[in-house]
Every structure is written in structure tokens, then in C-alpha cells.
Nanobody
Framework: QAQLVDSGGGSVQAGGSLKLSCACP????????AGWFRQIPGKDRDFVAC???????TYGDSVDGRFTISRDSAKEMFYLQMNSLRPEDTAVYFC??????????????????WGQGTQVTVSS
């Protein structure tokens, strides 16, 4: 059962934008590392971005410069702004929370709380 609620996926044309949201009610949100992953059928879950307790972001190579991760601690939410989308960005996107005080976490096994996933489809 998913503990987080991710949303905001949809279908866009290449070059378009989407903003994903992740609600983390009652998850001791502050100070935990927040991450986004994506997965296509038959493949492993790939790292997209994470944001640490100090506001420092880390991005996967394929999205660096196009995606931006942010958080709103007061609302217990974090976001993924995706610009200049490409067909190869098509996947199910998952949000996740990891341990507190971590500077960076790129592996799915680093995270304990997950959203249910939201589909992003980019057409050429």
C-alpha cells in the first residue's frame, strides 16, 4: 500500500511541460531526503532526482537541466517540474522519501516510503 500520493502525470507532446506533485501526510517530512524515480515495463526503477534536507538537489544525467525538484515543507509536499519533455521520458513516475539527514540517495533501496506512481506519456 502506497504511503505517499503522487499526481500530475498526463500526456504531452515533445517539448512540453508537466509538474508532478507528491503529498506526504504524517511522514515526518522535514529533514528526510525526497526523491523521484521512473520506470518503464520490464525495466528497473531509474533515479530521476532527489532533494536533501539542506535543499541540495541531485539529478540523473538524462534530466539534468530540464527537470527541477523542489519541496514545500509547510505543506508536506514536494514536486518535480519537467520541461522540454522528450519521448524517452515516457514512464511511470514514483515519488519516495528516504532517511533523514542524507546528502544524496540514488538507489530505490535507499527509500522506505513510496507513492503509487503516475503515468507520464510524451509523444513525438
Amino acid at each position: 500500500q502506497a504511503q505517499l500520493v503522487d499526481s500530475g502525470g498526463g500526456s504531452v507532446q515533445a517539448g512540453g511541460s508537466l509538474k508532478l506533485s507528491c503529498a506526504c501526510p504524517g511522514r515526518a517530512f522535514n529533514n528526510r531526503i525526497a526523491g523521484w524515480f521512473r520506470q518503464i515495463p520490464g525495466k528497473d526503477r531509474d533515479f530521476v532526482a532527489c532533494l536533501n534536507w539542506n535543499g541540495g538537489p541531485t539529478y540523473g544525467d538524462s534530466v539534468d537541466g530540464r527537470f527541477t525538484i523542489s519541496r514545500d515543507s509547510a505543506k508536506e509536499m514536494f514536486y518535480l517540474q519537467m520541461n522540454s519533455l522528450r519521448p524517452e521520458d515516457t514512464a511511470v513516475y514514483f515519488c519516495a522519501l528516504g532517511p533523514p539527514w542524507a546528502d544524496m540517495a540514488r538507489r530505490p533501496t535507499d527509500y522506505t516510503d513510496w507513492g503509487q506512481g503516475t503515468q507520464v506519456t510524451v509523444s513525438s
